[in-house]
């Protein structure tokens, strides 16, 4: 955060850069990125996808099964944290609103499904696919982290300055909220 000058002199609210990156065009464009890794995703899963799963052997098949599900489960997370960023972005609810809504969206670090040899016999596009939300997955773990971390941060330094006992009922808040 960083404090900037009012016109009186004195000093206005601090601006937190990460809120900042949450609602610029970075944000835009790692919303559209994301929504077209979905539609991409579905696209290939319901046409090239289930022809190519035919005709591969059951072992690789059943990798296939495993690796198609582990993107689709990725990619509604993914997606629905960048709804909700939205939401916050076009004022539809607030920074802590999303914050409490947060708990619904479960973004944690998926690894691939296959073994690396296994997930190399898989189709090319699927395996791009799945690369592709990997990456896509670990920057917006990132943003999430700054963003609600910053937050925490924030609200416990401000309890810090009143009382230690609503200190270590905010501590037990945040302990339950996980």
């Known amino acids: 955060m960083h404090h900037l000058p009012d016109r009186a002199g004195g000093t206005a609210e601090p601006v937190s850069f990460v809120e900042k990156l949450a609602a610029s065009d970075a944000f835009a464009s790692l919303y559209k990125e994301g929504m077209?890794?979905?539609?991409?995703?579905?696209?290939?899963?319901?046409?090239?996808?289930?022809?190519?799963s035919k005709v591969l052997h059951r072992e690789t098949?059943?990798?296939?099964?495993a690796e198609s599900m582990r993107l689709t489960t990725r990619l509604?997370?993914?997606?629905?944290?960048?709804?909700?960023?939205?939401?916050?972005?076009?004022?539809?609810?607030?920074?802590?609103?999303?914050?409490?809504?947060?708990?619904?969206?479960?973004?944690?670090?998926?690894?691939?499904?296959s073994s690396p040899e296994m997930f190399r016999r898989l189709p090319a596009r699927l395996q791009e696919l799945s690369l592709d939300s990997l990456r896509l997955?670990?920057?917006?773990?990132?943003m999430d982290e700054l963003?609600?971390?910053e937050r925490a941060d924030t609200a416990l330094k401000?309890?810090?300055?009143?009382?230690?006992?609503?200190?270590?009922?905010?501590?037990?808040?945040?302990?339950f909220k996980k």
């Open 36 to 52: 077209s890794l979905v539609e991409e995703a579905a696209a290939y899963l319901d046409g090239n996808g289930r022809s190519e």
């Open 61 to 65: 098949g059943l990798a296939y099964s």
């Open 76 to 113: 509604m997370q993914i997606a629905s944290w960048l709804l909700l960023q939205r939401a916050v972005n076009q004022g539809e609810m607030s920074r802590l609103q999303s914050a409490s809504e947060r708990h619904r969206v479960k973004l944690q670090q998926q690894d691939l499904a």
């Open 137 to 142: 997955q670990a920057r917006i773990i990132l």
């Open 147 to 149: 963003i609600y971390t």
């Open 158 to 175: 401000a309890v810090e300055t009143t009382s230690p006992v609503q200190l270590q009922l905010a501590r037990l808040q945040e302990a």
